[in-house]
């Protein structure tokens, strides 16, 4: 059994610690890195790194800071580390006065920026500087959770522009880096993932019309998205799936 090495981008809560927490189970990963942007929201996670400090190691990242980017990087690379799994669970949908927008009349170049800068842009300065430590003869993955009312094809309800339109961005960032992988790293599988509505803070107020059986545990979404990573293949990178397997449109 090979030993390989992983890091989930925003593992401070949710999802991201969910997958922190599973795969901390697979006894073939020798180090997760963990990224969190503020101790104050880290606390389960860093909680769980002290119990398993031989396995877990926290960096905090800002992911609208290209140098902190940059720097986690440059950390495991000066380890003598590789990857073969990435997982980037970052993602903003409501936070304070930043809200879904219901019309037109409540957009704010403001708020779109805000969107843009973490849902989309942080995910291709990622794969700027990722490139170096998924480059190797093993399969490795770099997933990322988009959503699927970021799908342009599937949207017949219109709102939340930004939220939209960042995920929408962020596919096709995710797109076009598959593509330049598929040259330079061809072993990398680049995917982005619907989770499906998932039982987290960011779903929390939106939860009132989801159907008991259509909003998931974290423990559930995880356990669903990492039988989708286990069976794609070279010829599934650049695609967008959903927790269950199949191709979402874009």
Same mark, same amino acid.
């Given at each position: 059994?090979n030993?390989?090495n992983?890091?989930?981008?925003?593992a401070? !809560?949710?999802i991201g610690?969910?997958? %922190?927490?599973h *795969?901390?189970?697979?006894p073939?990963?020798?180090?997760? /890195?963990?990224?969190?942007?503020?101790?104050?929201?880290?606390?389960g996670?860093l909680a769980?790194?002290?119990?398993?400090?031989?396995?877990?190691?926290?960096?905090?990242?800002?992911?609208?800071?290209?140098?902190?980017i940059?720097?986690?990087?440059?950390?495991?690379?000066?380890?003598?580390?590789?990857?073969?799994?990435?997982?980037?669970?970052?993602?903003?949908?409501?936070?304070?006065?930043? !809200?879904? #927008?219901?019309?037109?009349? !409540?957009l704010n170049? #403001?708020?779109?920026?805000?969107?843009?800068?973490?849902?989309?842009?942080?995910?291709?300065?990622?794969?700027?500087?990722?490139l170096?430590?998924?480059?190797?003869?093993?399969?490795s993955?770099?997933a990322?959770?988009?959503a699927?009312i970021?799908s342009?094809?599937?949207?017949?309800?219109?709102g939340? /522009?930004?939220?939209?339109a960042s995920?929408a961005?962020?596919?096709? *960032?995710?797109?076009?880096a598959?593509i330049? /992988?598929?040259?330079?790293?061809?072993?990398?599988?680049?995917?982005?993932?619907?989770?499906?509505?998932?039982?987290?803070?960011?779903?929390?107020?939106?939860?009132?019309?989801?159907?008991?059986?259509?909003?998931?545990?974290v423990?559930?979404? %995880?356990? !669903?998205?990492?039988? %989708?990573?286990?069976?794609?293949?070279k #010829?599934?990178?650049?695609q967008?799936?959903?927790w269950d397997?199949?191709?979402l449109?874009w």
């Amino acid at each position: 059994m090979n030993e390989s090495n992983a890091l989930v981008i925003g593992a401070s !809560q949710g999802i991201g610690l969910g997958f %922190v927490h599973h *795969l901390l189970q697979q006894p073939q990963i020798k180090t997760i /890195y963990a990224t969190y942007r503020s101790k104050d929201s880290a606390v389960g996670l860093l909680a769980l790194a002290a119990q398993h400090p031989e396995r877990i190691s926290c960096i905090a990242v800002d992911i609208t800071q290209e140098v902190q980017i940059a720097a986690c990087c440059d950390q495991i690379q000066t380890e003598g580390n590789l990857l073969q799994w990435v997982i980037n669970c970052v993602g903003i949908l409501h936070a304070g006065d930043l !809200q879904p #927008e219901k019309g037109l009349r !409540q957009l704010n170049s #403001e708020q779109l920026m805000r969107y843009f800068q973490v849902n989309s842009i942080g995910a291709a300065l990622w794969a700027k500087h990722l490139l170096p430590l998924l480059k190797h003869d093993d399969r490795s993955i770099f997933a990322t959770i988009s959503a699927k009312i970021g799908s342009i094809g599937d949207n017949h309800l219109g709102g939340w /522009y930004g939220y939209r339109a960042s995920k929408a961005a962020l596919n096709m *960032l995710m797109r076009t880096a598959s593509i330049e /992988y598929r040259r330079r790293s061809p072993q990398t599988i680049v995917v982005t993932l619907h989770p499906g509505t998932t039982d987290t803070q960011l779903s929390k107020p939106f939860q009132r019309n989801v159907p008991p059986e259509k909003l998931f545990s974290v423990d559930r979404t %995880v356990t !669903q998205l990492l039988a %989708v990573l286990d069976g794609v293949n070279k #010829e599934d990178s650049g695609q967008f799936f959903s927790w269950d397997g199949s191709k979402l449109p874009w």
